[in-house]
């Protein structure tokens, strides 16, 4: 089943649309942070020749979310994340562990999925709020009596076997 062109446009961002009728250069750079859609996994395909003077840009996650609504029989989408270090399903976010700011675009995705809320309303309420801040490691590994420690100079310590 084909949806009418005009009904997809309607909900993509003014970025994309520019990128999709361009006719002279962007003035808004694609990342895959920058929460210009509403794509849970936000990817860019980006390939540049300086020898051609050309750049292709694509929001593969736009495409991909396009192909998954023709193809739903062989789409999945897991209320959960397999942790490979403990071979098990996790079905709560996690909080913010990272050394930088969380990005603003996974920040307002983590908070609908906890919240269970619509991303749209969560970028509304919270956009001129500061995601987590990143807490800064630096790790330190001792080897003492046959086993391996990761020491944090921030405080913490634990052993990592």
């Given at each position: 089943m084909n949806t009418p062109v005009a009904?997809?446009?309607?909900?993509?961002?003014?970025?994309?649309?520019?990128?999709?009728?361009?006719?002279?250069?962007?003035?808004?750079?694609?990342?895959?942070?920058?929460?210009?859609?509403?794509c849970t996994y936000q990817r860019i395909g980006l390939w540049k020749n300086p020898y051609l003077a050309e750049t292709l840009?694509?929001?593969?996650?736009?495409?991909?979310?396009?192909?998954?609504?023709?193809?739903?029989?062989?789409?999945?989408?897991?209320?959960?994340?397999?942790?490979?270090?403990?071979?098990?399903?996790?079905?709560?976010?996690?909080?913010?562990?990272g050394e930088a700011e969380m990005p603003r675009a996974i920040w307002y995705r983590y908070l609908a999925r906890e919240q269970d809320r619509p991303l749209a309303d969560i970028r509304a309420e919270y956009s001129n709020?500061?995601?987590?801040s990143g807490r800064s490691?630096?790790?330190l590994f001792v080897y003492d009596r046959g086993e391996w420690a990761l020491i944090e100079l921030n405080g913490k310590a634990s052993s990592i076997g």
């Open positions: 009904t997809r446009v309607s909900s993509v961002s003014p970025a994309v649309l520019e990128a999709l009728t361009i006719g002279s250069l962007p003035d808004t750079q694609w990342d895959h942070e920058d929460d210009l859609c509403d840009e694509v929001r593969m996650c736009c495409i991909w979310a396009e192909l998954y609504k023709q193809f739903p029989d062989f789409v999945r989408t897991i209320p959960g994340y397999y942790n490979d270090n403990t071979k098990e399903w996790e079905t709560k976010p996690w909080e913010w562990n709020q500061r995601p987590p490691r630096i790790p």
